[in-house]
Every structure is written in C-alpha cells, then in structure tokens.
C-alpha cells in the first residue's frame, strides 16, 4: 500500500485547506484511514480517523473538532481532510495513515507527509 498526500501549503489564520490522500496498491483489506500530525518538538497525534466496519466511523482530536472533517471516497481511493478556521498551532507536517487487517495480522503504512504552515 502505497499512500501520498498533497494540498498543503500556507494560508494565513483563519483561512481553510483541504488535504488529500490518495492510496495505491493492495487496498481491499484497509478497515481504517486518519490524518496525524506532528509539529517541531511536538510528537506526532491522532487528527482524524475514519474506521470502517459496518459503516463508517469517524472520530477526531478534541484540538480540531467542528473545524476539521475527515472524508474517504472509496472508489477513488483518496481520503480528505477539510480544515477550516486555521490556528497558528495547526502548523505541522500532516501525515496520511491507512491501517490493514488480513488474518490476524494488522499492518499500518504512512504517506510522506505534508507541510501546513498557519501564519498570524
């Protein structure tokens, strides 16, 4: 499984940037994708996960709920995060993650990340 993620950049305070995601290779057994995140001298968190079983479910980090959502489009194999309402503290390097459960092995895989710079 192959992720890479674009849309980052830099957008002042208060303005919005969607991220993509888009996965590549052996992609039917993937049960959940989510966003991380990791500032300088920060350790990487959880942003956004959308965990499928019967439906899909998605949760998300108290930091950046009702200014984030998390979407997947399973056709094309992309997931998204729309953020709204930029702080200056959603600067970091954004992270795509696709998890896989085949048996009973559980594998994760990480896209290269991308920079989101928010300045005042």
């Known amino acids: 499984v192959r992720l890479v993620e674009s849309g980052g950049g830099l957008v002042q305070a208060g303005g919005s940037l969607r991220l993509s995601c888009a996965a590549s290779g052996s992609t039917f057994s993937i049960n959940a994708m989510g966003w991380y995140r990791q500032a300088p001298g920060k350790e990487r968190e959880l942003v956004a996960r959308?965990?499928?079983?019967?439906?899909?479910?998605?949760e998300y980090a108290d930091s950046v709920k009702g200014r984030f959502t998390i979407s997947r489009e399973r056709a094309k194999k992309t997931m998204y995060l729309q953020m709204n309402s930029l702080l200056i503290e959603d600067t970091a390097v954004y992270y795509c993650w696709a998890r896989e459960t085949t048996g009973g092995d559980t594998n994760a895989y990480w896209g290269q990340g991308t920079q989101d710079t928010v300045s005042s």
């Open positions: 959308i965990t499928s079983d019967i439906t899909d479910y998605a």
